[in-house]
T-cell receptor, first 115, second 110 residues
Framework: EAGVVQSPRYKIIEKKQPVAFWCNPI?????LYWYLQNLGQGPELLIR????????DSQLPKDRFSAERLKGVDSTLKIQPAELGDSAVYLC?????????????FGAGSRLTVL | QKEVEQDPGPLSVPEGAIVSLNCTYS??????FMWYRQYSRKGPELLMY????GNKEDGRFTAQVDKSSKYISLFIRDSQPSDSATYLC??????????FGKGTRLSVIA
């Protein structure tokens, strides 16, 4: 079974440019997460989806970040415009609901460098 | 004070050593405790999952939770070079976002 798939794996852009990341979760996983991981830090939640609904987006900087999960499967995370401080790894994760809600499977991440 | 504190290391041990990794936390509502392993340029992968206090063993790995002290540990016996990675503790109180530690970087030297 394929795991959580993310693309692109690496992206280098100039500041003020837009960037988008894509995530395909594990089949059947209703819950999808986007995390931000800075160098030497643990992941921090940006947004959590239950099917198509964003149920926790309190940590998403909504002035420049947006996310969507159409049809409750794939998801995209967009940054526009990117700033130098956005350089980080963006991790997507998914989980089953119910008693397995805490068991997250992560993708390999999308590493963003903003110049 | 951060909700979860974890010494970032780095920690370097010889092959075969017993490794002890630890986290402390401040939120007494935390009930679910996890350890993730993250290899370089990979996403975290779940290693151990425990609920409330007590011990859990899986092969060479043992997770311990002491809720009275707000302290969790991960022990690795007979450590191998393939155990070289960053170990992240994570915890929550149920249907709340996981709070991760900073991670401890471990190197096992052959």
């Amino acid at each position: 079974e394929a795991g959580v798939v993310q693309s692109p794996r690496y992206k280098i852009i100039e500041k003020k440019q837009p960037v988008a990341f894509w995530c395909n979760p594990i089949s059947g996983h209703n819950t999808l997460y986007w995390y931000l991981q800075n160098l030497g830090q643990g992941p921090e939640l940006l947004i959590r989806y239950e099917n198509e609904e964003a149920v926790d987006d309190s940590q998403l900087p909504k002035d420049r970040f947006s996310a969507e999960r159409l049809k409750g499967v794939d998801s995209t995370l967009k940054i526009q415009p990117a700033e130098l401080g956005d350089s980080a790894v963006y991790l997507c994760a998914s989980s089953l609901g119910g008693g397995r809600a805490n068991v997250l499977t992560f993708g390999a991440g999308s590493r963003l460098t903003v110049l | 004070q951060k909700e979860v504190e974890q010494d970032p290391g780095p920690l370097s041990v010889p092959e075969g050593a017993i490794v002890s990794l630890n986290c402390t936390y401040s939120n007494s509502a935390f009930q679910y405790f996890m350890w993730y392993r993250q290899y370089s340029r990979k996403g975290p992968e779940l290693l151990m999952y425990t609920y409330s206090s007590g011990n859990k063993e899986d092969g060479r790995f043992t997770a311990q939770v002491d809720k009275s002290s707000k302290y969790i540990s991960l022990f690795i016996r007979d450590s191998q070079p393939s155990d070289s990675a960053t170990y992240l503790c994570a915890m929550n109180s149920g249907n709340t976002p996981l709070v991760f530690g900073k991670g401890t970087r471990l190197s096992v030297i052959a």
